[in-house]
């Protein structure tokens, strides 16, 4: 390795909320091994607000994606200079990512490539084997001497936010429980046993559920009356930052799989999380221990809201 102490490292990662939180613990030993070295991130704009959250992190810069896709090496090199180290974090080969971490000029650059040598990377790396995203990644530092650890960090510094809806069950015991219908279709659980879970709980007592959905969701004023008549609080959080503080303040949490679950643990909230017949945990599951996975082989949308009550029950009432 040419550069034993590079002085600018950049990392490029791509796509949604979960490839990012999935990237931490490599960011996290990339720190360890250069204390003194400046981290940058390049990524999409979920992926930068996340990355500005990390102390780990020096500077955040959003992937520039044009429509013709050509542009995207020349216009995200300003982005890239000067760093002496660049690493295209995904899980796979990708020409597009590797043509902007070749543009970079950077003399030392690993990525995933299924040919050796390659015309992108000084240091391509033979693709993974079916494994967690979190360790195919770790691979990703092998030329560095950096070794995959026992237990991964997810290190972030959410920003506190002011809303008084934070305060959804202050002043009570009551445990809080946050539901999402984010993704919820016809392969997750249907929205009529979610009624029925959340009528069961609220007659358990010592409970206050929140129910929480994107702003730019549709739900029907049917289904708003009928989960405010419960007494349900509602939640349309304006960004991720309360999405995050949301997830602190409560005492468990209902999902299906996606970036919110991989959120959870950042915030170690309790989850019971939903999975579709082909979703793959061995490879985007949570990592963390207060998560519980829900994969019936007879289907998600097959399990009987008993079923459901006696699985949260167990993990975190």
Known sequence: MSVINPQRIAIIRRNRLGDMICTLPLIHALRNRFPQTEIL??????????????????????????????????????????????????????????????????????????????????????????????????????????EEPQEYCFNLTIPSVDSSFLNWGCGSDKKKILITLTCNRGQYWPLENYFQLIDRLEKMGGIQVGVMKRPEETLSMEITERLRSKGVALFEPSSLAVVANLLKSADGFISPEGGLVHLAACTETPTVVLWRPDGVIQKWGSKSKTHLDLQPSCGIENLSVDAMLDQIQGHFL
């Not at 500077?59 to 690493?87: R, Y």
């Not at 590797?98 to 990525?111: D, L, N, T």
Request: charged letters at 20%.
């Open 41 to 146: 991130v390049v990524s999409d704009s979920a992926g930068c607000e996340l990355a500005r959250w990390s102390p780990e992190v020096s500077q955040v810069h959003l992937f520039k994606n044009f429509f013709l896709k050509f542009l995207n090496p020349w216009m995200n090199k300003s982005s890239l200079k000067g760093a002496d180290l660049v690493i295209a974090a995904k899980g796979g080969f990708d020409r597009g990512v590797a043509k902007v971490v070749c543009a970079s000029g950077s003399p030392i650059r690993i990525g995933f490539d299924p040919h050796s040598p390659s015309a992108y990377y000084s240091h391509p790396i033979p693709l993974p084997d079916y494994e967690h995203q979190i360790k195919t990644l770790f691979r990703l530092l092998l030329p560095l001497g950096i």
